[in-house]
């Protein structure tokens, strides 16, 4: 990992923040995919930011605390997004696949902190049905280093029926104030992801980096 | 007026045997109550409680010739503070506390309330662990306001993950607040408002620890009362409408905090086969507790002659 790299605390965990690029202007937070981490460089698709760029290892992956016994929930990574935007401050944000999913969580959990979130293909983009499916209880999946197969397990098989992500979407786009609150350039579009876009309010746009020269003026 | 001795409860009796087992590790407290050499009969605690709130009911179930097994959800009780929570992970847990004491070996099974809805999702998903299924006040079958407008629902969804989040930015420092043993009894009495004040006094002799500050819940300050998140109440009916084991539901007759508010008519279409629902009259959401002779009386019944 090149650049900076801050730990921001988050319950009893302790994530990792890094910092890829410095700049003046409002930062731009990187979210990885299912079993990533946070890129080494500034992704090609995110190079014309002119502010500061930041990438955030979710729980249990890269080189954040990887927790002992699982229990990793979406709700819980987007409350690690929320640890980092608290260090950070206000921010748009790009999701990749899983973290696209928790850049829509947070864009309706901190409407007044996300400033535009761009979800983008990655992996962990399905996550698991929309309905409830008999439950497969493994056990001694422990391993000792990231990322943690219960992240891999459990959160590749989370729960999102997509009312639950269109009230997500809902919720940011009357919060926030970037207009639109969430651009979707994703083209693997699961039902959770067509029920955002279907959400008024919400944008679509050919790549991440037209979305994210949109908001750079915004 | 005499206060009642905190740490004693008339019919209350401790757990014949306490022990820790690992959970894939996290350390997970398991309480048992009679004779080691008896049948295994499973008894799972609902959310924010802990297996010692059984201490007046586990007794007369092992007295039915029983070796009562129950254990404290991560978090709760004597088990460790994990750095994680969710349904999946209690699953885990439970499957470890199981595969302790009964293998994979078919025994009877009552949750209460979380560990109802628990129960019914791993008996719909690992049948061979179960012979019977009782289930007190357990069986959710809609959102608490299922007619608001899209709007409200929005507002409503926007309120509680604010509060949530704002809770996850201070749980890194937070500490269970301390107080005498009246006040934490006290607290609890607003969840459990229909028990009473000498038995809530007599669970923060068991559920609390004494510190130099006073006294605190042992359960994770993680934890919160409360929440959002994907999953629906009404799915709980699905999977019971599949069970493949005998299923007794009790349900109550008055609404408390902590409860559904679930009445026969909303589970009776989704009965399994060798399935049927009971109202006990009379009590809240801890029928078990209000009620405990003749909760025990009924369920001894249901479970027959340990074998």
Do not use: C
Request: proline share 7%; net charge negative.
């Amino acid at each position: 990992m090149t650049g900076n790299t801050t730990t921001v605390r988050h319950n009893h965990i302790d994530l990792a923040l890094h910092q890829l690029q410095s700049g003046s202007g409002r930062p731009l937070l990187l979210l990885h995919g299912l079993g990533e981490r946070s890129p080494d460089q500034i992704p090609t698709d995110v190079r014309g930011w002119a502010g500061p760029v930041f990438a955030l290892d979710f729980t249990g992956h890269g080189a954040s605390t990887l927790p002992r016994a699982g229990g990793y929930t979406a709700e819980i990574l987007m409350a690690d997004v929320d640890a980092a935007l608290a260090h950070i401050g206000p921010s748009t944000v790009v999701g990749r696949g899983l973290g696209a999913y928790i850049a829509l969580l947070i864009s309706g959990g901190r409407p007044e902190l996300v400033h535009g979130a761009v979800l983008t293909d990655g992996g962990g983009m399905a996550g698991g049905s929309t309905e409830p499916t008999s439950i497969t209880v493994l056990t001694s999946l422990g391993r000792d280093t990231t990322p943690d197969p219960y992240a891999l397990l459990e959160l590749g098989r989370d729960l999102r029926p997509p009312d639950y992500a269109s009230e997500y979407a809902a919720v940011a786009v009357a919060g926030s104030l970037a207009h639109p609150a969430i651009t979707v350039t994703a083209q693997f579009r699961p039902s959770w992801l067509e029920a955002v876009v279907a959400t008024r309010g919400v944008a679509t746009a050919a790549s991440t980096a037209a979305a994210l020269a949109a908001y750079a003026e915004s | 007026m005499t206060v009642a001795d905190p740490s004693t409860f008339p019919g209350a009796v401790a757990p014949t045997r306490q022990y820790r087992i690992d959970s894939d590790g996290l350390g997970i407290a398991v309480h048992e109550w009679g004779d080691e050499q008896h049948p295994v009969l499973m008894l799972g605690h609902g959310g924010l409680d802990f297996a010692q709130t059984f201490n007046g009911f586990a007794p007369l179930l092992a007295a039915g010739g029983w070796r009562v097994v129950s254990w404290d959800q991560r978090g709760h009780g004597d088990s460790e503070h994990a750095f994680l929570y969710s349904i999946d992970a209690d699953l885990r847990d439970i499957v470890n506390v199981f595969e302790h004491v009964a293998g994979r070996n078919a025994v009877p099974v009552i949750g209460h309330s979380k560990s109802g809805v628990m129960m019914i999702n791993l008996a719909e998903s690992n049948a061979f662990r179960f012979s019977k299924l009782v289930n007190i006040d357990g069986m959710p079958w809609a959102r608490p306001a299922p007619d608001v407008n899209e709007h409200e629902r929005s507002d409503a969804l926007a309120a509680d993950v604010k509060l949530w989040l704002d809770h996850r930015r201070r749980t890194a420092v937070r500490e269970r607040r301390p107080g005498t043993i009246d006040e934490l009894a006290a607290r609890r009495n607003v969840m459990n408002p229909r028990l009473s004040r000498d038995w809530m006094r007599y669970l923060v002799s068991v559920g609390a620890s004494e510190h130099p500050d006073g006294w605190r819940w042992k359960l994770d300050p993680s934890l919160k009362f409360g929440g959002f998140g994907p999953w629906r109440p009404e799915w709980a009916r699905q999977k019971l409408a599949g069970l493949s084991v005998p299923f007794l539901g009790l349900l109550v007759e008055h609404a408390d905090p902590l409860g559904w508010g679930t009445q026969p008519e909303h589970i009776e279409p989704w009965l399994p086969r060798d399935g049927h629902v009971v109202r006990i009259e009379g009590t809240g959401h801890f029928p078990h507790i209000e009620r405990p002779e003749f909760v025990a009386a009924m369920l001894l019944d249901f479970l027959g002659a340990p074998a």
